[in-house]
Every structure is written in C-alpha cells, then in structure tokens.
C-alpha cells in the first residue's frame, strides 16, 4: 500500500482586512508541523469546504463584510464539527455569540505571535483528551479523530494508522497506541491489529469487515473477548 503523506495541522485564517491575516500567516507559516493558508474573505473559504477542503483550526474575524463569523461557522459546521474555531474580534461584548457555533477561543486585536500560540498549545491540550489523539509523525504533530480511525497494524518498527481517506505511519508501538485510546471504542483483535469497534460492519469467528471494505483476522483466542466489547459497546450506544 501506498502511504499519503501524512497531513500535519492545517489552519485557515479568514480576515477580510489583509493586513491582519498576512500578520497572523506570518507567525504560522515557517513551523514544519503546521500548514497555514489565509482568506481574504467568507466567501473563498466557504467556497473551499464546498470542494471539500477541511481544516482542524480556524483562525476567523468575527465581523467581516457580508457574511459575518457567526454565519460562516454556521455554514462551516454543517461540513464539520470537529473544526476548532477561534474567533478574532475587536470587540469583547461581540464574542459570545460565537459559542452557539462552537467557539474555542476568542482573541481580542491586535493578536500577537503570543496569543496565537498559547491558544495552538490549547488546542493540542483538548484534542488530547477529548477523543483526538496528536500523533507524531515524521512530518510533525498530527490531529486525528478517533471516529476517522479504521484500525491500526503493525509495520515493521512502526504502526500504521488507516484512516477514510490517508494511512499515515508512527513510531510508537501499537501497545503504546492501544493505552492512549484506552478510553475510546478500540479492541486489539490480533498481535498486529487494533480495530476501531464503530467502524466494524460485520464479522464471524474468523474476521471481521469494516466500513470501507477491508477484511481483518480476528485471533482465535480473542473471538469471545471482541464480541462481549462489541455487544457493550453497541449497547452504549443505545
């Protein structure tokens, strides 16, 4: 299998002043873990979602001509909600109204390389912990969801992370991998496979089939384990 570069935090900037979005691009676009582009604009980066660009961090004005923020989010988040939007503002009493789209932050102008930091280290910190994993890759700090994940294998003295649209490959051990989603819907159902129990479709004693398709083996001694975590996890679910 061909392995896609993997993507490293991606963040959109929408500023209808271009001063300030070339200020904000300007802290941003010489780290080697993030991939920063600006929009002079709603309407460009509207227009971006609509061809299926995504983003992890959005950096947006809260008041811009035509479509305001508020708007823009509203539209943004029937694409994704795992978007984080931080919004830039003059205007403290303006900024409570982002929380009905999901705010993450606010910064008030002017915005320094500071704030713009302090609210990245944020980010990593809840995506962390609240069912993303920050994975390193060679290409840098990577945020994944963990509904985005199909399962992990084994790779020589990596484990390869297969996704919907990327696989990507980490240096930790899939053991290591197995603690951290410890919390979330995973079940190690071979030595080189860790399965995501929301993605499997279907299964027998033998192997199970997952959303895109693809055919696991399940071990032998873990048949009645997976299916007693597979019968509690759909029943959570109810």
């Not at 300030?20 to 980066?45: H, M, R, S």
């Not at 994993?133 to 990577?142: A, C, E, H, Q, Y």
Request: net charge negative; with cysteine.
């Amino acid at each position: 299998m061909i392995l896609r570069e993997a993507v490293v935090m991606r963040i959109a900037i929408c500023e209808d002043e271009e001063v300030v979005a070339q200020q904000i691009w300007g802290y941003l676009f010489d780290k080697e873990e993030i991939e920063a582009q600006y929009f002079l604009g709603p309407e460009k980066l509207l227009a971006e979602y609509e061809n299926g660009k995504r983003f992890d961090v959005l950096f947006c004005d809260a008041c811009m001509e035509g479509m305001d923020g508020i708007e823009l989010c509203r539209k943004l988040r029937k694409y994704d909600s795992d978007l984080y939007i931080v919004f830039i503002t003059n205007y403290v009493e303006y900024a409570p109204a982002g929380y009905e789209i999901g705010l993450f932050r606010y910064l008030l102008k002017p915005v320094t390389k500071e704030m713009v930091e302090k609210v990245l280290a944020e980010i990593r910190q809840d995506a962390d912990k609240g069912g993303r994993l920050v994975l390193k890759t060679s290409f840098g700090n990577m945020i994944v969801s963990a509904k985005d994940i199909l399962y992990m294998e084994i790779q020589d003295k990596e484990t390869e992370i297969h996704c919907e649209d990327s696989v990507f490959r980490v240096s930790k051990s899939l053991g290591e991998l197995e603690e951290m989603v410890a919390d979330m819907p995973f079940f190690r159902i071979h030595r080189k496979y860790l399965v995501n129990l929301e993605r499997v479709r279907e299964f027998d004693q033998f192997q199970l089939t997952l959303d895109d398709g693809n055919f696991l083996p399940i071990s032998y001694r873990k048949t009645h384990e997976f299916k007693v975590a597979l019968y509690q996890f759909l029943q959570q679910r109810k």
